[in-house]
């Protein structure tokens, strides 16, 4: 079993920052890969970011040159840094672990208005 707790959402305004953080109840290196996928309201979910246990990065188009996710094997915990945000990446933002099967977070909301 796997347990993951995110943290870091809120509400920003636009062109604003946000960190979201997701600490896993086991060492990351035993995961085949971590990340966030995110969920607007009427809208399927899509993953924004992945990290592999060998360190390799995917990104969504849409999130390109402004979220870079990271992680901290010490404290077994990944990070999702988000610059420049728009009303568009408003949504719940769930941390995800593949661990054979695929675990997750219950999510952290994350609202960009004005």
């Known amino acids: 079993q796997v347990q993951l707790v995110e943290s870091g959402g809120g509400l920003v305004q636009p062109g604003g920052s946000l960190r979201l953080s997701c600490a896993a109840s086991?060492?990351?290196?035993?995961?085949?890969?971590m990340g966030w996928y995110r969920q607007a309201p009427g809208k399927e979910r899509e993953l924004v970011a992945r990290?592999?246990?060998?360190?390799?990065?995917n990104y969504a188009d849409s999130v390109k040159g402004r979220f870079t996710i990271s992680r901290d094997n010490a404290k077994n915990t990944v990070y999702l840094q988000m610059n420049s945000l728009k009303p568009e990446d408003t949504a719940v933002y769930y941390c995800?672990?593949?661990?054979?099967?695929?675990?997750w977070g219950k999510g952290t909301l994350v609202t960009v208005s004005s």
């Open positions: 086991r060492s990351m290196f035993s995961f085949n890969s």
């Open positions: 990290i592999t246990r060998g360190g390799s990065t």
């Open positions: 995800y672990a593949n661990y054979g099967l695929d675990y």
